[in-house]
């Protein structure tokens, strides 16, 4: 079966450290990926999706991530944490056929040490 | 513009009650989603919506339904309810009737099943 894995539950960073968030995932063709941020208290709001062309893409708040289809990840990164970035972030994938289903990981809880 | 709200935010009832949730999507969406969010499965996707039409559910059981009125707004309800129900409802929506387009996530109900 389709699945997105994130190996991480927790996360400590210092800020101004560089951050890489780790995301796989298990599906047949190249699948739709997203990046979510969860702030306590808060919707998830998106940072940024990949489907296709340019594999590394650019998101808000200074995220960027990385589509590696041999190695079926989609890492999140930032060269450089603020405190604000201390979140919940979901790595999510859409599956197509059979009606598009959006597939969440279980998140990675960051904490960011000043 | 008005992001997405849910009401309520909290909820308390008890098992075999049922109950139901509403979500007010951001003007001029079309399509409405919801997740449900636990600690112990994380985010899984119920249903979405388009034009009053259910386009895509997930693996929940029938105890869980919804429907979207002419104005987009959406409603979910849930009947017999379970210990196990106890969870976050998030709602998101987006313009266009596909998961691919970016959602816009409301703040959350609270459900807490006693």
């Known amino acids: 079966a389709q699945s997105v894995t994130q190996p991480d539950i927790h996360i400590t960073v210092s800020e101004g450290a560089s951050l890489e968030l780790r995301c796989n995932y298990s599906?047949?063709?190249?699948?739709?990926l997203f990046w979510y941020v969860q702030s306590p208290g808060q919707g998830l709001q998106l940072l940024l999706k990949?489907?296709?062309?340019?594999?590394l893409v650019q998101g808000i708040k200074g995220f960027e991530a990385e589509f590696k289809r041999s190695q079926s990840s989609f890492n999140l990164r930032k060269p450089s944490v603020h405190w604000s970035d201390a979140a919940e972030y979901f790595c999510?994938?859409?599956?197509?056929?059979?009606?598009?289903?959006?597939?969440f990981g279980t998140g990675t809880q960051l904490k960011v040490e000043l | 513009k008005a992001g997405v709200t849910q009401t309520p935010r909290y909820l308390i009832k008890t098992r075999g009650q049922q109950v139901t949730l509403s979500c007010s999507p951001i003007?001029?969406?079309?399509?409405v989603s919801w997740y449900q969010q636990t600690p112990g499965q994380g985010l899984q996707f119920l249903f979405e919506?388009?034009?009053?039409?259910?386009?895509n559910k997930g693996n929940f059981p029938g105890r869980f339904s919804g429907r979207q009125f002419s104005n987009s707004r959406s409603e979910m309800n849930v009947s017999t309810l379970e210990l196990g129900d106890s969870a976050l409802y998030l709602c998101?929506?987006?313009?266009?009737?596909?998961?691919?387009?970016?959602?816009?996530f409301g703040p959350g109900t609270r459900l807490t099943v006693l």
């Open positions: 599906y047949g063709a190249t699948p739709y």
């Open positions: 919506y388009f034009s009053e039409t259910q386009r």
């Open positions: 003007s001029g969406h079309r399509s």
């Open positions: 990949y489907f296709s062309g340019d594999t």
């Open positions: 998101a929506s987006s313009l266009a009737a596909s998961l691919l387009n970016e959602q816009f």
């Open positions: 999510a994938v859409v599956i197509t056929g059979g009606g598009n289903k959006l597939t």
